[in-house]
C-alpha cells in the first residue's frame, strides 16, 4: 500500500510529547531510538542496533575511524598517540596519550586500563566479541603509557581489535570493578559524553565530557528516548519533541521525511546483512535438501522491492559486500521458487510439508521483514511460526539455541575474518563456553577460516575466505536476504560536525563538534 507523502505525515498529529520529558538545557540533543528499553552500556556486551550508537559517545579506543567512515585503511590514533609492530606482525607496542581523564572523577587513563580492558573483550565470560581475540596470547603493561600486545599468530586486522568498536572500547578498570553488573547503565569511559542518569522504560541522559583530551563539547548533552513505536517516533519529530529519530526502514517513511520542510535524511553505512540461519542441527533442518528448500522459497529480490531501493541492495554472499575478503563467485539459493522448493520437501520426505519456529524481534522493521518470509515460505507448505517477543528478550533466548531460525541483522568490523569468525565457525556455535552467534551450528568452514586467519600471503588468504563462503553457501548454513543501509532523519538544525557517510555503530556518532544551530 502506498501513502502519499501529505497523507502519511496527515497520519500523526501534531499532539506534544513534553509533559512526558522533563526539561532540557537548551544544547541538549533528543535521540529517538526504537525499542522500549537500554539493553546495556558495557561495549563488551553491547550488541544491539539501539545500544551501539550510545558506546561510540561514551567511550574511546586505541585507534579510531574518522568520526562519518568506515574506511579501516584510514584508522587514526584515538587514546594512542602512536603505535608500531614487530616484523612478524605478532607483538604490537601502543604509547597512551598522557592526562587523559575518565568520567565522573575516576582519574587518568593508564596502561593498566586498556590491559583490563582488552582482556575483559577477551573473556567469554565478560564479553560479547571474546573469539575476536582468540590469538591474543598476552596483554601486558610496559609501563604507565605504554601497552604491548603479543599474538600467538598474525590476525587479519589487529588495530582493528583496539578501534573505538566493540570490545576495542576502553574502560575505567576501578569504575567497572566497583559497579560489577551495575556497570551497564553505570559505565565510565573517556569520551565527550557521560552518563548521568538512566530511567528504566524512559530514557538515558548523557552530559558532556568538560574534560574531553579533543575538547569541551558544543552540546550541553544527549537525551536518548526509548520510543519502539516508529509512529510514535514519527510524532515526536514532527511535534519538535525529538532532534534525531532512527527512521523507518522503508522506501515510503524517506520519501516522506525528505518531503518535509525543515528535516534531512542521512543514509549511512554500513550495509547491514540480513539472513536466516538456518540450525542444522535441528530437525528437519539437519537435512540439506530441507535447508535448500527453504531458502529456495525466499525470494531475495521481493525483500530489495520491500524496502526500497534507497536501503536495500542484493546480498552477494554470507559476509557484507565492502568486506576485506568478500567473495560474490558462489551463487545463492532464494528466487522465490515455491513449486521447486515443495518438490525438495517431498524428494526429502515432507510430501505435506514442514514446520519451523522462529523467536522474532518485535521491532517494526525486522519484524515485518519475517512476515514477509512467512508469507513466501507459506507457498511452498512451509508453515513458519512467529513468536513475537520484545528486542532485549530476542537477543537472549537466540542465545540460549531456543529458535530453529534466527532472523539477524549485523554489520562488523570489515574484514572477512570477524563475520566468519563470529557466525561460522564452530567455537562460535550458541550454547558453548566460546559461543558468539553462530546460531546455524554451522562447522563446514573451520579450516578455510582459521587458515586465512593465520595466511601472510594477502592472496592466499584472500583464496581461503572465498573457499570458506563457497561451502558455507553450498551448505545452507545460512540464506543471505539483502544488504540493508542505515536512515535517520533529523531536524535540520542538526549539525553533525563531519560529513556523515558511514558508522560502525550502526547510528551517528556525536563528537564535540556536533551543534544544535
Sequence with gaps: MTIAKATFWGLLTCVSLSAAWPALAAGTLRFGVAAADLGTLDPARATSTPDKPLTGWIYNGLVRF????????????????????????????FKLRPGVKFHHGYGELTAEDVVFSLKRASNPDTSA?????????????????????????????????????????????????????????????????????????????LVRNPDYFRGVPKLDGIEVRYIPSDSARDLALRAGELDVSYGRQDQQWIDATKGMSGFVVDIMRPAELQQFHLNMTSA??????????????????????????????????????????????????????????????????????????????????????AQVAQAQLAKAGI???????????????????????????????????????????????????????????????????????????????????AAAQKKIIENVCAVPLYEQLIAYARRENVDWGYDLKADLHLGPVITELTDLK
Design 383 to 465: 508453515d513458519l511460526q512467529l513468536d513475537v517477543v520484545d528486542h532485549q528478550t530476542f537477543h537472549a533466548q537466540i542465545r540460549k539455541d531456543l529458535s530453529q531460525v534466527v532472523y539477524y541483522s549485523a554489520a562488523r568490523f570489515p574484514v572477512a575474518d570477524v563475520f566468519l569468525s563470529q557466525f561460522f565457525l564452530s567455537d562460535s556455535i550458541v550454547g558453548k563456553p566460546t559461543a558468539a552467534t553462530n546460531f546455524s551450528h554451522c562447522d563446514v568452514a573451520d579450516d578455510e577460516i582459521l587458515g586465512a586467519r593465520a595466511e601472510p600471503d594477502p592472496e592466499k588468504q584472500r583464496a581461503l575466505w
Design 66 to 93: 574518522k568520526p562519518g567512515s568506515d574506511d579501516i585503511s584510514a584508522l587514526e590514533p584515538d587514546l594512542a598517540e602512536s603505535w608500531g609492530e614487530s616484523e612478524d606482525g605478532k607483538v604490537w607496542t
Design 129 to 205: 566479541f571474546a573469539t575476536d581475540y582468540k590469538a591474543v596470547e598476552n596483554i601486558e603493561a610496559v609501563d604507565a603509557l605504554t601497552v604491548r600486545i603479543t599474538l600467538r599468530q598474525r590476525v587479519p586486522s589487529l588495530l582493528g581489535l583496539v578501534s573505538n568498536y566493540h570490545g576495542g572500547n576502553i574502560i575505567s578498570k576501578k569504575a567497572a570493578e566497583e559497579e560489577g553488573a551495575g556497570f551497564a547503565t553505570k559505565p565510565v569511559g573517556t569520551g565527550p559524553f557521560m552518563v548521568d542518569s538512566y530511567t528504566s522504560q524512559e530514557s538515558v541522559r
Design 284 to 369: 528437519p533442518l539437519d537435512k540439506i535438501e530441507v535447508r535448500r528448500a527453504v531458502a529456495t522459497a525466499l525470494n531475495r529480490d521481493e525483500f530489495v522491492k520491500f524496502i526500497g531501493t534507497n536501503l536495500a541492495q542484493p546480498a552477494g554472499s554470507v559476509i557484507p559486500t565492502g568486506n576485506l575478503g568478500w567473495d560474490n563467485s558462489t551463487p545463492i539459493f532464494g528466487q522465490g521458487d515455491a513449486e521447486a522448493a515443495k518438490k525438495m520437501l517431498a524428494d526429502a520426505g515432507f510430501p505435506d510439508g514442514i514446520k519451523l519456529k522462529m523467536i522474532q524481534t518485535s521491532l517494526p522493521n525486522m519484524l515485518s521483514v
